[in-house]
């Protein structure tokens, strides 16, 4: 326990991985434990999107819009295997906003935040445009569109780690901090492997606490801080179902409760419809969606849907606990999706805690993170603003090359089918090549699991990405849990838990512990 880390961070979600990117490339020595899996909590339960945030203009949150706005291009940049745009459909329906108020919205989003490269607003006619036709025929006449990105949210956070660790930053997965408590000015951290019970300490000048709805809990654990800033969590359910039409745009739905829903192409052969907002209250890692969600979901989108969507539709549905700011808001849906900072001095040792947030803005967070304790850490090596320019792994390259890419995975390994080859480039980027290795055929990346997924993926992604389990490879660093069986998903468990009791070595992790 001699060492002492620069900065110590508490929570594996996109939050705590930014800060944890953004403070090892400054030159700051780096410690984050994560009690689950990476993104295992908030981060991989979003709605998909890099995006401004259009209703949230309607709470005058400008600030936030314009930031998310700036924020887009930027991620789009250095991650642009697994974030693309999308262009978003918004029919006018009489009964609710009027229509100069969606175009002074829009107006807005398209001006205040920078754009350069995403197309800008247009007006559509939904009785001739094809983006009008899966929707119910004579309601709706008109509509607009306009610019926003998709996202792999999960692997958003895994790739943010691997850079993190890639600079020298110690990741520490399935690693609960039991207990924080200041020592002559020092944090001492304990972490108590949640695999094995095993328990260690570290030392660390600064403390972030990123626990997302635990936010609370970890001031907690004997850090001798009481919180002056609350956390509501607000639950937000998200159903899939195949694909509802054959056009690659989005749609933004208006309720007459005066919320939103997005309808959004997902994976290729579905389509996935979200979100709710509703107070919770309980234990964020049990958080389901309710039949009552679901039915409000199936029922927001047949409003606007030709073919009616139906309970008995659903294929997945997964469910999140945002940890707002409590700003006495008293609808969940007015609540405010800023972040807000707490920073605490007990003893000297800086002690930040963060509240609420958004993907979009992860990376903005994290620099104004580590402004609020430069006086405690080491100067700069790098530049402010770096996160913005480097890219994240397997993202070296141009916007509009991922297509190319997947082309030239299948002309280098032309035993991958098209849709084989298309889904690794998403996913991994210029790294594909790195799990492909230098296999001549199918069967040289070893067993097959079905969908797509082979032993060399498995393999990858423990050693690289921090995966433990079946759930963290076919949920998280991939969605393939939406092709593959039960019967599947059990076989890649069992294989994963025989080859490591085995002492297979390639399924330690690399990056970090588990």
Sequence with gaps: MDRVFDLAIVGGGINGCGIARDAVGRGNSVFLCEMNDLASGTSSWSTKLVHGGLRYLEYYEFRLVRHALMEREILWQIAPHIIRPLRFVLPHHSGLRPAWLLRLGLFLYDHIGGRHLLPPTRSVDLVHDEVGKPLIANRYTKGFEYSDCFVDDARLVVLTARDAADRGAEIRTRSRAVEIRQVEGIWQVTVESTITGERTTIQARALVNAGGPWVEQVLSSGSGVNARAKVRLVQGSHIVVPRLYQHDRAYIFQNADGRIIFVIPYQNDFTLIGTTDRDYDGDPAKVKATDEEIRYLCASASEYLAKPVKPEDVVWTYSGVRPLYDDGASEAKAATRDYVFELDTPGGAPLLSIYG??????????????????????????????????????????????????????????????????????????????????????????????????????????????????????????????????????????????????????????????
């Design 357 to 514: 947030g958004k993907i979009t803005t992860y990376r903005r967070l994290a620099e104004e993170a580590l402004e609020r304790l430069a006086p405690y850490l080491r100067s700069a090596k790098a530049e402010q603003g770096w996160t913005g320019k480097a890219p994240l792994p397997g993202g070296d390259m141009d916007v509009s090359a991922v297509a190319a890419l997947s082309a030239e995975l299948t002309r280098k390994y032309p035993f991958l089918t098209a849709a084989h080859a298309g889904r690794l480039a998403h996913a991994y980027g210029t790294r594909a090549t790195k799990l492909l290795g230098s296999a001549k055929s199918f069967a040289d990346l070893g067993f097959s699991f079905g969908a797509t997924l082979t032993e060399s993926e498995v393999r990858y992604l423990i050693a690289n990405e921090w995966a433990y389990s079946a759930e963290d490879i076919v949920w998280r660093r991939s969605k393939l849990g939406l092709r593959l069986s039960a019967d599947e998903v059990t076989a890649l468990d069992e294989w994963i838990k025989a080859h490591r009791a085995s002492g297979d070595r390639p399924l330690r992790e690399a990056g970090g512990r588990p």
